[in-house]
Structure formats: C-alpha cells, structure tokens
C-alpha cells in the first residue's frame, strides 16, 4: 500500500484516519517502513555497503578469497565454512553473510522508497533503491564468478568497481531523501562537475588495475594481470592529481562546498596511496586506502549531485514534493 508520508514528519490525512486491522497487526513492519524512515534505512545502506567494501578487503589482503573454494556453496557439500579452511573459511564465509545483512538493509530502503510520493521529482527514490537492491543478487554473481575464475583480477576488479557504482548510487539517494537543495550553476560550471567525477571513476578503475597487479592477490595461487605494478601506480597516482586539479579548480569557480570535502577527503586519500606504497603495502594501510576510495566515491557523487541547471523554475526536492503531493 502507498503511504504517502512526509520526510518531514508531517502527516497526510491517510495517516490520521484509524488504521485497518491488517495494519494494526503489523503495526511494527509499518513503522519500520514508514516513508519518514527512508532518511535513516539510506544511511544505514550506505553505511552498509562501505562496510562490505572493508570486509572485502580483508578477504583479499588475508588471502581468504578462497577460503571458501567454491560457490554458491562453501565447499562442494556444504553451504557453511569448513574446519580444514581455518580462518580462510571463516573470513570468506563471514562475507558471504554480511550480504544478507546489506540485504535486509537494501529491503528495508525499497519498501520505505516505495512509499514515498515523489512523482516528478528525478532520479525517483524509488528507482535508486530498485537499482541498489538488484545490485546485491548482481554483486553476489560477481562475486561467485571471482571464486569460479579462482580469482582472476579482473573479475576481482569489476566486483569492487560493481560497488563503489553502488556506493555512488546510494550516496545520490541520501541526498534524493534528504532533499538537499541543489546550488544552480552555468552549464559550464556542471561540466567541470561532471568531468571531476569521470576523473575519480578513472582514478578508482586505474587503482584496481594496480591491485591487480600487485601482491595482494586474494590468495597465493592467483593469477596477476601481468603488467609493471610500478608503471600503473605512476599511471593511477597521475589520475588522481588530474582529479584533484580539476576539484581545486572547483572550489574556486564554484565556491562549493562538496568541493572542498572532496578536495580535503581526496588529499587524505592520496597521501595513504603515497604511504602505502613507500612502506610496500601493509594491509592495514591498504584496508584504509580502501575504506579512502569508498568515501571519495561518497564525496565525488555529493558533489556530482550538488549542482544543478540555473534555470527560474528549479527541480523540487522529494522533502518539497512531500509537502506537496500532487
Ligand atoms: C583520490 C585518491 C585515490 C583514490 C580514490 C584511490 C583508489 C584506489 C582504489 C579503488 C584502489 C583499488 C583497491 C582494490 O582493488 O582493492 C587503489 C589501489 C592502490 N592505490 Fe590508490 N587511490 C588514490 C590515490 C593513490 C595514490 C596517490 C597512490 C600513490 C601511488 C595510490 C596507490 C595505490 C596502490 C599502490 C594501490 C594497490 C594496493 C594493492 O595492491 O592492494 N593511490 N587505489
């Protein structure tokens, strides 16, 4: 049923009618997924999916990815971790979990996404959820094709590259709940937008190609991709001082500041990349460049989604359009 709360909390007059037995019965699944909540469950989503960035890293930098040497099984008769895997089985099995967590989670964001009116309005809330929810069954394949390929890297890379899209995605959808306002800007000024956010996509995809290339492979067996792990980590760290020049160059002509968050999470970011490769790549540094990537996707698609056309006429928020539904 279509419940067209405000984000706000103010409430229709559906909402102050008495509620049908049905409803009252499961009055707690109504509240949960009330479309107020939506604010709070994308939140939680994206909280969700960085965490499921980390803990895939641990896998990989345990050399874990096949403690679970087959899929959608563990191990050939069993769907659960197996003692002669040891740890390896545990960490890559508490992974496979942690997907049922993201989820109930996701599930959660669709139902609440669903009730919210914001017909209009674009991208829908309720598109954004759709595609993040289809994206953990997507991720999942991936993710059992990277164990069936006995982790070929560039199956590994295209599951972290499937994530941080999601990770983007997701961050698009707080700011589509929260109805945070877009600053109008020039066509020109959006383009500059655009093209910084194309430049981290590139800088994100150039540091898989790295790993790849590199010694933390997801186990000691696996194949590399073959090409000079210090030519690319040149390649990738040219990347990003074209995408930090290109959000410098933001935040002085826009005076944005999603640029400066960017700018600032993106400096923190470059110096761990440059830490971790002088000090030959320890895991906890790696584990923290990558935590860095997920959240300069966050900042990189905030401020992707902070500018808007300068026209008279400005697109409503879905917070406006809750208050007056049409
Ligand atoms: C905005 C800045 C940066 C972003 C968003 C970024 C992002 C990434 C990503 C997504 C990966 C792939 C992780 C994986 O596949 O598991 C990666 C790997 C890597 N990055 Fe960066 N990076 C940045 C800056 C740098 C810089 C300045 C350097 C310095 C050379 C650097 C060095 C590396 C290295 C050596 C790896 C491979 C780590 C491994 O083998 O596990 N990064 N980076």
Redesign the pocket.
Known sequence: MTNYTSVAGHPSAEQTAPSPPHQRRFGWWHRVTAAAMLRRWAVAALVANLAIVVTG?LV??TASGLGCPTWPRCVPDSYVAQPEYGIHGVIEFGNRLLTFVLAAVMVLTYVCARRVADRGARPRVRTLALILLLGIPAQALIGGITVLTQLNPFV??LH?LAS?ALIALNTVLVHRAWGIPRQPVTTGRRALVRVTFLL?AV??WL??V???S???AGDHGAARTGYD?VLV??V??AA?YA??AATVAGVIWLRSRAAMLLLVI?LL??A???L??RMG?PIGL?ML??L??GL?MVAGASYLVSVGPARSNPQPTVAELQHHPS
């Open positions: 890293a990989r930098l590994v890379a972290l941080m981290l800088v994100v540091g898989t790295v790993t790849g590199g010694p933390h792990p980590s040149h990738h760290a990003v995408a930090v993106e970011q470059g761990i990349g440059v971790q490769y790549l790696v460049h990558l860095g990537a300069v």
